[in-house]
């Protein structure tokens, strides 16, 4: 529970930042999708059984939805099935297991 | 099922604008947190740029004390200039105020696909879709594509998707300006009869009825002709620079 409010209040302030502060620091006029960024490396340092990456893609995918001018549930979708699509390489192609971070 | 639970609230969601509540709800929260991170983002990227400017002052020194002086004597003929402009101002009554009906509004954020901004007056202040977006100097910004109650949406020139008719200043040319993403634009369909030179001022043109006419969008920085091609295109510099701007003004209607 304590990990999903840290994810939430974390995504919430990244996001913000993100819109709000890092456009005057863009490179070549782009900045990097933080959030986007941040949901893959949770899902590629997870253990393979853990569920907080694909919590993190709903959290994540939900705020850039509502702080995008496209209709909610394009980014969630998107990165769930990002979340999911990691889990399916990892589980068929990594037999090895590696520390996980989370 | 779940995905399908999903899927349909997500569908209910979007079709009756409750998506629009929401997000209405959610700018409204952090819009005090956003105008702090706009206004601390653009205080600390001024001081990073002076930093990396101190290499270059020697040089820019120099070449100011050479403008300065060009100026000085300019200044002297400008003054009478001014002060007949003055006097020509009021009996004309120009100004943004005399032309237009303005609403003030401040920048509170960029969107996450960067070619759109979020700027704190929404249909609560009588903002509606496609109202003209401008700057103090009378410089096009873009124009407002999503409203909710008290936040707008604000497409930028620059967008890929936005495209409109132009024209440049004291010359009978018009053409078609079209975003390019990156705070890029390309100015097309010139005819190649038609002289365009570094330089030029584009503004806004009657036609296609999109922007008001005479708002001012950038200078050309360079042309490229093609004798195989029937139009020549240009490239701008616009005005508008989002770094060095947090307040705007909404077109409400034309006086």
């Given at each position: ?102 | ?134 700057t103090s100097q009378k410089i096009l910004i873009g124009r407002v594509v999503e409203v909710y109650e008290n936040f707008s949406r604000v497409q930028l020139i620059s967008n890929t998707k936005s495209s ?92």
């Open positions: 529970m304590k990990k999903i409010l840290i994810l939430i209040i974390g995504f919430y302030f990244i996001l913000l930042l993100q819109n709000s502060f890092f456009p005057f620091f863009s490179v070549i006029g782009t900045i990097p999708n933080f959030i986007f960024i941040l949901v893959i490396l949770i899902n590629l340092f997870e253990r393979p059984q853990a569920k907080l990456g694909l919590l993190s893609s709903a959290v994540g995918g939900l705020f850039l939805d509502i702080y995008s001018i496209l209709p909610i549930g394009i980014y969630l979708v998107i990165l769930i099935f990002m979340s999911f699509l990691i889990k399916i390489v990892f589980k068929k192609y990594f037999e090895f297991q590696i520390n996980p971070l989370v | 099922m779940i995905i399908l639970a999903l899927a349909v609230i997500l569908i209910v969601v979007n079709i009756t604008g409750f998506s629009k509540k929401i997000k209405n709800f959610f700018y409204s929260v952090s819009a005090p947190i956003q105008k702090i991170f706009w206004h601390t983002g653009n205080n600390v990227s001024t001081f990073f740029e002076t930093i990396l400017e101190i290499r270059n002052l020697k040089q820019k020194t120099d070449d100011l004390e050479v403008e300065n002086q060009r100026l000085l004597s300019e200044i002297a003929k400008l003054k009478e200039l001014s002060e007949e402009n003055a006097e020509l101002r009021e009996a004309l009554q120009v100004g943004l105020q005399k032309e237009y009906n303005l609403s003030f509004a401040a920048i509170i954020g960029k969107d996450t696909s960067q070619e759109f901004i979020v700027i704190d007056k929404g249909s609560d202040n009588g903002i509606t879709e496609k109202m003209t977006v401008i409109f008719d132009v024209k440049i200043q004291d010359k009978d040319i018009t053409g078609l300006l079209k975003g390019e993403g990156n705070q890029r634009v390309l100015l097309d369909l010139v005819p190649t009869d038609k002289e365009i030179s570094e330089g030029d001022i584009v503004m806004t043109s009657e036609l296609g009825g999109i922007f008001p006419a005479g708002i001012l969008i950038g200078k050309v920085s360079s042309v490229r002709k093609s004798d195989t091609k029937p139009f020549q295109q240009a490239n701008l510099n616009i005005f508008f620079k989002l770094k060095e701007s947090d307040k705007v003004f909404i077109i409400v209607s034309l006086k």
